[in-house]
């Protein structure tokens, strides 16, 4: 069995930390990054390990709290940076990639394992969610974990760790995402036993007893626990979230935003994004293999390989469940990468055996996406504002000398100023305005920028921005003492 070649191993130990650069200078950009961000640290702050909060009073049901808990465990060990919200999520990718060097290897041979790391971890998709906070990174940890477990005893029994790591895979992916982590499991194994029989006494050695027990033990009480804190999760979550969301395209009942209404279809487009460039490689091959004799061999020496269809099922279960979806996310994808990486690895390896010039290619392929995130997070570092973020912002008002003066938004206020604020920033009206210009103190206000001029009319004052970014214009509105010495008759 043939080892990796000497320049794989030292590509992979650059890529793998490469994120570390982007998490670390990148602020974090509305909506949903920082919104997240903001639920862990709410969740640190408070001490509060049961309910994530969206915003005082009301609870998070969107997801479950695994993300959360691990993303306040860092801010608490890290402090309440972008780090520290996006590590856990380079954490996942790192153990994703260890299971399948170490799961794959007796299976497929070290080199497909080793290009299955490499591959999945370069998937754009992939590349993308281990620099951000995100719950998807979690579900397909655990989602992998019980595939690559599964693979190890359908193909030679596996030790007992691996039965169990079904079942522990399952338990992640419950905390991770919910219900939708049974059906990314059973699925593919399901399809997959009943296409080769021969296949079904991997399934009935499970153990099912105590597995499923073990599942419930870790899952079963945090969703328990929820309900009586907050009645009303489990219908939201378990009917709203997994059955209305993807049957009823006008779904309005989302409390956290609105619905993602695309056009049954929409997914394929995303899955070529989300696998890039692997993804359009791969179809490349597949096209060339008409014309190829030695492609052809390729393709055919791949498919004969061990659970080949196994990792089919994985691969194309989620995007073709997905097609007939209208509320849909990219990020959906995240847990169909992996059968995909394990495909693209079996045919990678025959390819390279077989057109020695294109090993090199592939190396540089490997690197493309990882080079063009980390340029990309460089020119956000120099320019943060180049994208919706209050980071700037929010420091500009927060690290003035003298005394603390409160920030307000007359906007709804972005997630992202809620984080860098640490919750300190408010969202005010044109009658809370009034109000605050009544009562004396001096305050920061942002305003739209399509609303600066009838804010200074409205306020009567000569307001001239310290500070702007892409939406907003930061005044400072002086004390009523000031304002009244500086116009007297009035």
């Given at each position: 069995m043939q080892q990796p070649s000497k320049a794989v191993w030292p590509l992979f130990s650059l890529i793998l930390p490469l994120p570390l650069f982007s998490m670390t200078i990148v602020p974090f950009y509305d909506t949903s990054e920082p919104r997240y961000a903001e639920i862990a640290r709410v969740m640190a702050e408070t001490g509060d390990w049961i309910t994530p909060w969206f915003s005082d009073g009301v609870p998070f049901w969107g997801k479950p709290p695994l993300s959360f808990w691990a993303q306040a465990i860092s801010m608490r060990a890290f402090g309440y940076t972008e780090f520290a919200g996006r590590l856990p999520s380079w954490l996942c990718l790192v153990l994703t990639c260890i299971l399948f060097v170490i799961g794959l290897k007796p299976v497929l041979g070290a080199r497909v394992a080793l290009w299955t790391a490499i591959i999945y971890s370069t998937c754009t998709l992939a590349y993308i969610s281990s620099n951000a906070v995100l719950t998807d990174p979690f579900l397909a940890l655990g989602t992998t974990l019980s595939l690559v477990s599964f693979a190890r005893v359908a193909h030679g029994g596996g030790a007992q760790r691996w039965r169990y790591g079904v079942f522990l895979g399952l338990a992640i992916g419950l905390l991770a995402k919910g219900p939708l982590a049974v059906l990314v499991i059973a699925a593919p194994i399901g399809i997959w036993t009943v296409f080769h029989r021969n296949i079904r006494k991997a399934t009935v050695s499970l153990p099912w007893r105590n597995g499923l027990a073990l599942t419930l033990l870790l899952t079963l009480p945090w969703y328990v626990l929820a309900e009586i804190k907050t009645p009303g999760f489990i219908d939201y979550f378990i009917v709203g979230e997994h059955y209305r969301r993807f049957v009823d395209p006008g779904w309005a009942g989302d409390l956290y935003g609105s619905a993602h209404r695309r056009v049954h279809g929409t997914i394929w487009i995303y899955w070529l994004q989300a696998s890039f460039p692997w993804g359009l490689l791969a179809l490349a091959a597949v096209a060339g293999a008409y014309r190829s004799v030695r492609l052809r061999m390729a393709m055919q020496a791949a498919r004969e390989r061990p659970l080949?269809?196994?990792?089919?099922?994985?691969?194309?279960?989620?995007?073709?469940?997905f097609t007939f979806s209208a509320n849909i996310l990219w990020t959906y994808l995240l847990p169909s990468l992996a059968g995909f990486s394990v495909l693209a690895a079996m045919l990678a390896v025959e390819i390279m055996d077989r057109y020695a010039s294109l090993r090199g290619r592939l190396l540089w392929a490997a690197a493309l996406v990882p080079m063009a995130v980390s340029a990309g997070g460089a020119v956000m570092w120099m320019e943060p504002d180049?994208?919706?973020?209050?980071?700037?912002?929010?420091?500009?008002?927060?690290?003035?000398?003298?005394?603390?003066?409160?920030?307000?938004?007359?906007?709804?206020?972005?997630f992202s100023a809620q984080f860098y604020s640490a919750g300190h920033a408010r969202e005010i009206t044109e009658a809370d305005l009034a109000r605050l210009m009544t009562q004396g103190e001096a305050f920061y206000l942002a305003i739209p920028k399509d609303r600066l001029d009838a804010a200074v009319r409205d306020l009567h004052e000569p307001l001239l921005p310290v500070f702007s970014n892409k939406r907003f214009n930061l005044v400072r509105v002086p004390s009523a003492d000031l304002r009244r010495s500086r116009n007297p008759g009035a």
């Open positions: 080949f269809g196994y990792w089919m099922s994985s691969a194309l279960f989620v995007p073709v469940f180049l994208r919706n973020t209050e980071r700037e912002l929010v420091r500009y008002a927060m690290h003035q000398p003298g005394p603390s003066v409160p920030l307000f938004y007359l906007a709804e206020l972005p």
